[in-house]
């Protein structure tokens, strides 16, 4: 199994930044797609963006293109996402998941089997 553990949320002001961390447990993590995903009070969680085992192929969804970017450090076993230009609707708890990397981009919460348990953003205006 994978284990996921997210660091760097915490309170912004709007137009700035953040950047998350996601630190996976193994030594197969290469062999992994990851994804980000995000929940906000009262709706369903959502997809943010993935990136494939060897950063590839990167996808984001409408609402943070530009202003997001994922990368991955395979000898770190890590995943960064990159927040600029934060807005108020960004804030959500933010989700590092897993899955193995069949080389098909995956934006749904159910097919990623192994996930992290939170860090909170808070984007104020």
């Known amino acids: 199994q994978v284990q996921l553990v997210e660091s760097g949320g915490g309170l912004v002001q709007a137009g700035n930044s953040l950047r998350l961390s996601c630190v996976a447990s193994?030594?197969?993590?290469?062999?992994?797609?990851m994804g980000w995903f995000r929940q906000a009070p009262g709706k369903e969680r959502e997809f943010v963006g993935t990136?494939?085992?060897?950063?590839?192929?990167?996808v984001y969804a409408d609402s943070v293109k530009g202003r997001f970017t994922i990368s991955r450090d395979n000898a770190k076993n890590t995943v960064y996402l990159q927040m600029n230009n934060l807005k108020p609707e960004d804030t959500a708890v933010y989700y590092c998941?897993?899955?193995?990397?069949?080389?098909?981009?995956?934006?749904?919460?159910?097919?990623?089997?192994?996930w992290g348990q939170g860090t909170q953003v808070t984007v104020s205006s």
């Open positions: 998941a897993a899955r193995i990397d069949n080389f098909v981009v995956v934006t749904t919460t159910h097919e990623y089997p192994y």
């Open positions: 990136i494939h085992r060897s950063s590839d192929r990167k």
């Open positions: 193994g030594r197969t993590f290469s062999n992994y797609a």
